[in-house]
């Protein structure tokens, strides 16, 4: 009933609110001062030059916009006969007034018959909310992977189990053009292993998202923006790259766009061959035996990935949109691991495990969105989304477990397992999102609805000889169905000298688990069945004051309450196997966790941006190493009492001619504490700083050079791995080649070969050191080609409008409006 009410809500306000008082005006003089009219005048993004709107001057020169979303713009003019002018970059807050200075245009000889639009993207923008990592425009990211980019980024943090971080805090919701990504752990960081840095135009990190966005996620929201081209006529680009350190690797793509002013019609395909090793070391003390075992981890992996598009502009208010996207992802993770198992009291050997084993299998998803767009000139705005996604999981996996004599010449036993675990995802969501200028401000109502369904079935079996036996008691299958239901309200209005911003979205939550198999019993295996059903509502607020008084000097203070449900495959009660010691265990009590965050932000002059932030989490996820059968360990996932974490960010960019520098300081400092019982207590707490550093050297002649490196000093993994500090530098260099259609970019990350991890657990009576590296130290060679069109005509623009499209071309499928 109150999803029905806010749509027929935002079906009536369509038609009855009124405009608000947002206007945006200047003045365009010839070279003798005089009004110029005729003039083409844009209103454009500062952070990619797409256009927001498009006018012409009148007999006075004179223009202006209504209607016009809060943001980082600038003017853009152009006339016949005339050089193209820019006004300097401005900020509009909504429903604000602006008088953009006049400006002067001088005459050129011949005729303008198209003008070509060419900006610079920043490689990082700061903003009071979130941080944007241009990855399009960068050196150093060429051959890596999505993964390999969140390791290096400002504030991110990923673990020895490729687990995700944001200031200290592990509850970070990663989405793909605005859609979410329903996979955790190995599962979500196999996934972004497959996107390359080829494909990425930006990743957005959120936060201190707004009641527009989904509550889950209490660090905030990574959001991977993929390439989408925008420019109008038939046009593309084709892309190759080679990278190898101790492997090679290869990749390559295609991409094309046809746009005109009623149709827009693009995709893209990369092709990625991944080989790289992976070297683990784990050392663990458990009452009176010692592991100690070495690894190679070897991932071989093929992926297609793929996106389409079509959308069509109905007229310049209505947009129509179909996008179709996934990969198909192969791999093979072949694996040598040597265990020495010792009797601590004595120190000898007593045996020796060999445990050589294999993966292999696929990981395919496909993705169907279809939307609808509307927008007017009193400032209303209306957004149709309905999402299908699909994700196909299939492992098969040989373990075999062979024991030697401490001489490791003779076999004393062996245990060797094949484990079979296909997992099957699908989700399906809707929502809708309006707004409408109101009473001198902005408000928002929106409403969504998402489905999930899971199905995993755990297969093992005893390798006897060359025939498999079914181990019963060592299999299990676990269905389970999530159906999330949302509403928001968001307001947000300027006022003189200060800017309110205030929403609450409302979730209601239903999901259920059933985990089937067998237990040995009295009378032999009985059948049995686990699961939980669960249904609550929650209330998430947020709230934003600006002050603004000063035009050199802005703060904001914010509040928000969001959440972390748990990951379905930490709910499965279902002890799985990982190798013949250390065993992957699900916790139906498993509960969400809440985050209460509230933040001050200082912005002086647009470019240095200072946040300081607290965060109170209760019920606080955390992995736990703990015991069992005496010299086997397992892990699962609690609820930790309580984390505090308190956090500094100060970033500023700095450009002195030829050269750039953008450099990002994230502190924090974390307080875990949780009681479980004696010997299983929890007092953890840390304070880190991550330095992140990108600097820029146009060296003239099209050649670019580039330095980017981060340090982070000792911190804590997932509430008790203590960390030594990691660091690299990556350094790379680019030049433009065939009259500019060209770029290659000659790539070395982590030049020192740094990038090693060490981390230390001591819990329930187990001491357990893990290190380890990645084949992080790489040669990479990136070739792109771009043909085809690159001119906006402005003939074409003044006759259709199609540039007031290309604002809501930009939006579909994109917008992370959940």
Same mark, same amino acid.
């Given at each position: ?38 003039? +083409? ?117 990923? $673990? ?26 190995? $599962? ?148 040598? %691991? ?20 294999? +993966? ?5 998803? #496909? ?15 209306? %957004? ?61 109502? #929106? ?44 307001? +947000?209005?300027?006022?003189? #000298? ?14 259920? #688990? ?305």
């Amino acid at each position: 009933m109150l999803m029905r009410n806010v749509i027929l809500l935002s079906i009536v306000s369509l038609f009855s609110f009124s405009a608000g008082a947002q206007h945006l005006a200047g003045t365009i003089l010839d070279d003798q001062q005089s009004p110029l009219s005729g003039a +083409s005048v844009a209103v454009r993004r500062s952070t990619d030059s797409s256009v927001v709107k498009y006018t012409l001057t009148d007999a006075k020169g004179t223009y202006g916009f209504d209607g016009i979303a809060g943001g980082n713009y600038f003017v853009f003019v152009s006339h016949i006969g005339y050089a193209d002018r820019h006004s300097a970059t401005f900020t509009l807050t909504a429903g604000a007034s602006i008088e953009i200075p006049a400006l002067l245009m001088s005459k050129t000889t011949g005729t303008l018959a198209a003008v070509t639009v060419s900006t610079r993207k920043p490689p990082i923008e700061v903003r009071p909310d979130k941080t944007i990592l241009n990855v399009e425009g960068t050196i150093n990211s060429v051959g890596e992977n999505a993964l390999d980019l969140l390791r290096k980024s400002p504030g991110v943090m990923v $673990d020895k189990d490729d687990n995700i971080s944001l200031s200290g805090k592990n509850g970070v919701k990663v989405y793909i053009d605005g859609r979410q990504v329903p996979l955790n752990g190995t $599962d979500l960081s196999d996934y972004l292993k497959t996107l390359q840095s080829s494909q990425i135009e930006s990743i957005e990190l959120i936060t201190n998202p707004s009641a527009r966005y989904d509550a889950e996620g209490n660090a905030g929201i990574i959001n991977i923006r993929l390439k989408k081209n925008r420019s109008f006529g038939n046009n593309g680009s084709v892309t190759g790259g080679y990278s190898i350190g101790v492997h090679s690797n290869y990749n390559g793509g295609l991409s094309f766009n046809h746009r005109d002013a009623h149709i827009n019609w693009y995709g893209n395909y990369d092709y990625n061959n991944t080989n790289r090793a992976t070297h683990l070391n784990l050392y663990r003390q458990q009452l009176d035996t010692l592991f100690d075992q070495h690894s190679v981890i070897t991932q071989k992996t093929q992926s297609h990935t793929f996106k389409t598009g079509f959308d069509y502009f109905a007229d310049k208010y209505n947009t129509f949109g179909i996008m179709l996207d996934g990969s198909l992802s192969d791999f093979t993770v072949p694996t040598t %691991s040597r265990t020495v198992i010792s009797y601590m009291p004595t120190g000898d050997t007593s045996r020796i495990l060999q445990a050589d084993n294999s +993966s292999s299998g696929h990981r395919n998803n #496909g993705n169907l969105n279809l939307n609808f767009h509307h927008t007017d000139t009193l400032g209303r705005d209306l %957004s149709i989304d309905g999402n299908y996604g699909i994700y196909r999981i299939r492992s098969n996996q040989l373990q075999p477990n062979l024991y030697f004599d401490p001489s490791g010449a003779y076999l004393l036993y062996s245990d060797i397992y094949n484990i079979l675990a296909p997992t099957d995802i699908d989700i399906f969501s809707f929502k809708t999102d309006y707004e409408q200028n109101l009473k001198k401000g902005k408000l928002g109502l #929106g409403l969504k609805t998402s489905y999930v369904t899971s199905s995993n079935d755990y297969q093992q079996y005893d390798v006897i000889a060359n025939s498999k036996l079914k181990d019963t008691l060592g299999s299990s299958s676990f269905n389970y169905k999530e159906n999330i239901n949302a509403v928001y309200a968001n307001y +947000s209005r300027p006022f003189k #000298g200060w800017a309110l911003q205030a929403g609450l979205r409302v979730e209601n939550t239903n999901a259920k #688990g059933i985990s089937n198999g067998y237990r040995q019993g009295a009378d032999g295996y009985q059948v049995y069945d686990s699961g939980f059903d669960r249904h609550y509502v929650d209330f998430f607020p947020s709230a934003s004051l600006t002050w603004n008084k000063n035009a050199a000097q802005q703060w904001t203070l914010a509040y928000s309450r969001r959440i972390d449900r748990p990951a379905y495959q930490d709910l499965n009660p279902f002890e799985f196997r990982l190798d013949e010691y250390t065993y992957q265990k699900g916790n139906t009590d498993l509960r969400p966790q809440y985050t209460n965050s509230i933040g001050l932000t200082y912005v002086y002059k647009t470019r240095l941006v200072t946040t300081l932030n607290y965060s109170h989490v209760k019920d606080v996820f955390t992995q736990l190493v703990d015991t069992t059968d005496k010299s086997k360990a397992f892990l699962t996932k609690q609820n930790l009492a309580t984390q505090d974490i308190a956090s500094l960010n100060i970033s500023y960019p700095l450009q002195i001619g030829w050269f750039s520098l953008f450099t990002n300081v994230n502190s924090y400092y974390s307080l875990y504490n949780a009681n479980f019982g004696p010997g299983r207590t929890v007092d953890v707490h840390v304070f880190a700083v991550n330095v992140f550093a990108q600097s820029g050297i146009r060296l003239g002649k099209g050649w670019t050079g580039e330095l980017s490196g981060f340090y982070t000093t000792p911190s804590v993994w997932q509430g008790t791995f203590k960390t030594r500090s990691i660091g690299s530098l990556d350094a790379g260099f680019q030049k433009s080649v065939l009259q500019k259609k060209g770029t290659i970019k000659v790539s070395v990350s982590d030049v020192f070969n740094t990038l090693h991890w060490t981390s230390v657990s001591d819990f329930a009576g187990q001491y357990l050191r893990a290190s380890g590296n990645q084949e992080s130290r790489q040669l990479k060679i990136y070739f792109t080609y771009k043909f085809g069109n690159a001119q906006v005509k402005t003939a074409r623009v003044r006759k259709t409008g199609a540039d007031e499209e290309s604002k809501r071309v930009g939006s579909q499928g994109g917008g992370l409006s959940n």
